[in-house]
């Protein structure tokens, strides 16, 4: 019944810039920890940043940290994910996911309980 649904993404050129966004449907959205990943062509899916229920604390995958920022708005049950400095290295989908527990700190794909479907985004050279 917990639906995520991403957007924002796109074509853009080396060093643009992307705000992607993801909107929650149904459960408890303040009560979730929040995060993306994201999964290029021949490669597995990768984390790449979560954010606690409070959205005051988050973490960054070392090749998007100073580049990327995860932020949340608990009143319209959206989480979002300004990219910055883009690079080609950048294209893949781009998935949101959530968890109940709340366990913001741990990345493991396996333990989040709802994902979005995906939206793709694309850097150019």
């Known amino acids: 019944q917990v639906q995520l649904v991403e957007s924002g993404g796109g074509l853009v050129q080396a060093g643009g810039s992307l705000r992607l966004s993801c909107v929650a449907s149904?459960?408890?959205?303040?009560?979730?920890?929040l995060g993306w990943f994201r999964q290029a062509p021949g490669m597995e899916r990768q984390w790449v940043s979560t954010?606690?229920?409070?959205?005051?604390?988050?973490q960054y995958e070392d090749s998007v940290r100073g580049r990327f920022l995860i932020s949340r708005d608990n009143a319209k049950n959206t989480v979002y994910l300004q990219m910055n400095s883009l690079d080609p290295d950048d294209t893949a989908v781009y998935y949101c996911?959530?968890?109940?527990?709340?366990?913001?700190?741990?990345?493991?794909?396996?333990?989040?309980?709802?994902w979005g479907q995906g939206t793709q985004v694309t850097v150019s050279s």
């Open positions: 996911a959530a968890r109940r527990d709340g366990k913001f700190w741990s990345i493991a794909i396996d333990e989040y309980d709802y």
């Open positions: 954010i606690n229920l409070r959205g005051s604390v988050t």
């Open positions: 149904g459960g408890s959205f303040s009560t979730y920890a």
